[in-house]
């Protein structure tokens, strides 16, 4: 049970920074992509090549994008490396979704970090087209990709604020640890049990961290007269 409590909030975080390393991967490509060959002063040559603009301007976008892509690659197998590892450390518990519908959430998330490393690709490109230098080019980007950055994170302001109560607050039950006993982790899971209910089941796990013990436990709760 602690496990699904605490699972939903770590995977926003970990969407948050793969979001930011796949912006963050297109980012020196753009740069040198058209503001480096202006500094390199190679771009005239390239713009009197017989080919037409749109094509230039696909190929330019198509190398950021399997830059950002490889970024995207890389940093997916880190993170399911090192989450096999880290799950390793929660309690034992269900499926972490249910109906089997993991492989399918796989899937979804992948299409759409897909997606995103092509609007990363493409808004890097045009915001730094203007750009006459490399240092010009990230000065400018630079703020951009902090804008999209917060823009990312924002969604899991609600959430961080819930880690920093005693318990994890909801309309049927709570969440709740503590290192002294089970009864004080009930006791912080009822904090926010509302007044004229009462409890009607209680669920704890013990987890053992650096030889140390972890009382999590939920408390289901629902009116005096259930």
């Known amino acids: 049970v602690a496990a699904s409590t605490i699972l939903p909030t770590a995977a926003g975080g970990v969407f948050v920074l793969l979001s930011v390393l796949t912006m963050t991967g297109a980012f020196y490509p753009a740069i040198d992509a058209i503001a480096g060959e202006k500094e390199r002063g190679t771009i005239e040559t390239l713009l ?23 970024t995207l690659v890389a940093n997916v197998i880190s993170i399911a490396l090192t989450a096999a590892v880290s799950l390793r450390f929660l309690p034992k518990g269900g499926p972490l979704l249910p109906g089997g519908h993991l492989p399918l959430v796989i899937v979804i998330s992948l299409a759409a970090f897909v997606g995103l490393s092509a609007v990363a690709a493409a808004m890097c490109l045009a915001v730094t087209t203007a750009s006459k230098s490399g240092k010009e080019a990230q000065n400018t980007l630079t703020p951009v990709l902090l804008i999209a950055s917060a823009l990312a994170g924002a969604g899991l302001l609600a959430a961080g604020v819930l880690l920093l109560l005693p318990g994890d607050a909801r309309a049927d039950g709570g969440t709740a640890g503590s290192l002294i006993s089970r009864a004080d982790a009930i006791r912080n899971a009822t904090l926010w049990m509302p007044p004229g209910a009462r409890i009607t089941s209680t669920n704890c796990t013990e987890m053992v961290i650096d030889s140390s013990a972890r009382y999590v436990c939920t408390v289901q709760w629902g009116p005096s007269g259930q």
């Open 48 to 70: 009197i090549a017989p080919c037409a603009a749109i094509d230039i301007v696909a190929g330019k976008f198509l190398a950021v994008w399997a830059v950002a892509l490889a």
